[in-house]
């Protein structure tokens, strides 16, 4: 049977949290697991996508009259707002575990739909997926997701909105539109908390359910050295950089 960790591990530093998920893969390929499950939160922010034009997504004048942080990710995607009312779930896997999955659009639909067999076993029946990532619950955005991939390594990391400001969030994004077909159609679906009552519950349910589909066993456990040595070069070379976090360029 393969093994698995689940890492609980969260700091209240936006730029460290985001270096960590990059460390955390890269060191991955090197470690003695399949796949790592970690849970975090972020303090307030603003997460671009690492493609993603900043001034075309975010609101920097909101930003900073409220106290709230930008930082860019390494992966691809859209701009999302984080709070200590949003649970951050990352995912990260070998590829060869899902034989039957060729791309990373089919590898981020089976992680989609892992959360929302959880959450249905949780209760939660007026819940549906919309496009590749967007999770709603009664017609409205709870949880969005996107994924990087790199040879036989994917990284999964989806949000779950369940005690967040979404007056932040609303005020923080740009609702751009954008020309579908002919005739202009709005990117962003109104948003939702989930009335999610025992996070710990979620989190033990979605472990268990990936355990099953993948015969893999997994243990709670913590950060290695390298992973921590990493995450602190990476967030003071790159992650904390305006260069990297205003114009997506990375030493």
Sequence with gaps: MKTGRVLEVTFD??????????????NLPNSNYQMTIRFWQNPKSVVVGRGQNLSLEVDTTYCMLNNIEIGRRISGGGAVYHDNGNLNISFFVNRNNFPDLENSDQ????FTELIIDSLVNLGFTDIVKEGSSNILYQGKKFSVSDGYLKKEWYLHHATLLFDSNLTHLESSLLSKRVESTDKQ???????????????????????????????VKFEQNFLSNSEKVLADKLKTSVYNQSAWIRNKQRE
């Design 185 to 215: 159609v709005d990117r962003y679906f109104p948003t939702i908390n989930l009335p999610i009552k025992n996070l710990q519950t979620l989190k033990k349910t979605l472990t268990k359910k990936l355990e099953e589909k993948l015969d």
């Design 107 to 110: 590898l981020g639909a089976f």
């Design 13 to 26: 530093d936006l730029h460290y949290n985001l270096a960590l998920e990059e460390s955390i893969f890269t």
